[in-house]
């Protein structure tokens, strides 16, 4: 009995010890950011170099353009730091005075609507960049393309409700019982008085 249940401690060790193999990933999403960073600077000196020589909308989408790449690069940071502490192993960065506020209680349900409505928004800058754009579009004929960018950002919000819902419902289940003794420890103190 006793060999079983070391056998089964090793076990569950390795498996315990497996969340590691994801910290290779992250690390990739790191570097992946790096090479995203030299594409947003090579992006921003092109506009430098042409800055006298676009045109309104021309300039405002070339904005657009810098905008989504930095919402993009929220997105990564978002998966690496979320999906590390979540996954592979806290960071501990409690006390240090620029922790982000979204890694406040921080858990895989809401790092997933915050992935959902990063989504939503950088589908939304699109959706922006091709309405700007519109006259273009209008004259290569290419409704269906707008149709569709529409379509899968209303798919996007339609997500990121659903998720935000269905986490609100699981919290409020977990938590309905410590929630309606405070109700009616609240409410024992009002008839008292």
Avoid: C
Avoid at 83 to 99: A, L, N, P, R, T
């Amino acid at each position: 009995m006793n060999a079983v249940k070391n056998f089964e401690n090793f076990f569950e060790g390795i498996m315990f010890w497996s969340r590691w193999v994801q910290a290779p990933l992250y690390g990739g999403l790191v570097v992946g950011s790096a090479l995203y960073l030299t594409k947003f600077f090579q992006e921003l000196f092109h506009v430098f170099e042409k800055t006298l020589e676009l045109h309104e909308i021309e300039m405002m989408l070339k904005i657009l353009s810098l905008i989504d790449i930095s919402m993009v690069m929220n997105l990564l940071v978002m998966v690496t730091i979320g999906g590390y502490s979540i996954f592979v192993s806290k960071i501990d960065v409690d006390m240090h005075e620029d922790k982000p506020l979204w890694l406040e209680g921080l858990d895989a349900g809401q790092l997933k609507i915050k992935l959902a409505t990063s989504l939503a928004s950088i589908s939304g800058v699109q959706l922006l960049k091709t309405f700007i754009d519109y006259r273009e579009a209008q004259e290569k004929n290419d409704t269906e393309a707008i149709v569709m960018e529409i379509v899968i950002h209303m798919v996007f919000i339609i997500s990121a409700l659903l998720l935000s819902q269905t986490e609100k419902i699981t919290h409020s289940y977990h938590g309905g019982e410590e929630d309606h003794e405070d109700e009616s420890e609240g409410d024992g103190g009002e008839k008292s008085v």
